[in-house]
């Protein structure tokens, strides 16, 4: 009994953990210009920047969403399930000394936002009707995340907005917000 509450409560920690790096690799990286010197001869952290901030919010700021894509084509808007595993072992490194459960667990946290975020971004933008896409879990991350693209500096977390509650950068809709959510489909 001990074993399996350890479990849950370590699954728990871990997805809010997974929620607060997913909300600063977001708001830090992905939406913030490299400003000091070295950051800015990055060419990798230019392209963070430039593929986020500039490309994606300029594709789908008018329109949140559009025609489905063939596979291979969405690179923009999935998560990399092999780099995620290997940014993963440094955090499960630190998390040993803590925990051998939370050092095993954060891993499969991280294997279990990558295909949620990816299957949950992918319908967002290009949607196909998938299985999940009239859940009431779904479609208030769908509207969580239509109000990042209205409001850039708000909404950073897509799978779980754990990390925007914390970070108190959760975006209020404004009525113009939610009449455009309404002809999205996502009201």
Not at 107 to 130: A, D, F, T, Y
Not at 157 to 166: I, K
Request: charged share 15%; proline share 5%.
């Amino acid at each position: 009994m001990w074993l399996a509450l350890s479990i849950a409560g370590w699954f728990v920690a871990m997805v809010v953990l997974m929620s607060i790096i997913e909300h600063q690799v977001h708001a830090r990286l992905m939406h913030k210009a490299p400003r000091n010197f070295l950051l800015r001869r990055s060419t990798t952290r230019r392209k963070i920047f430039t593929s986020h901030a500039v490309k994606h919010h300029r594709q789908y700021q008018s329109h949140f969403h559009d025609e489905p894509v063939p596979p291979g084509e969405d690179r923009g808007i999935r998560l990399n399930l092999a780099e995620g595993l290997l940014q993963a072992i440094p955090v499960s490194g630190a998390l040993w000394f803590v925990s051998i459960i939370a050092a095993a667990m954060f891993p499969l946290v991280v294997c279990l936002h990558h295909v949620i975020w990816n299957q949950i971004h992918l319908e967002m933008h290009k949607p196909e009707g998938r299985f999940f896409s009239q859940w009431a879990a779904y479609r208030y991350v769908a509207r969580h995340h239509f109000l990042h693209h209205r409001h850039p500096t708000k909404n950073f977390n897509v799978a779980f907005p754990v990390g925007d509650w914390l970070f108190q950068t959760v975006a209020v809709a404004t009525p113009e917000d939610r009449q455009a959510m309404e002809s999205e489909g996502i009201a």
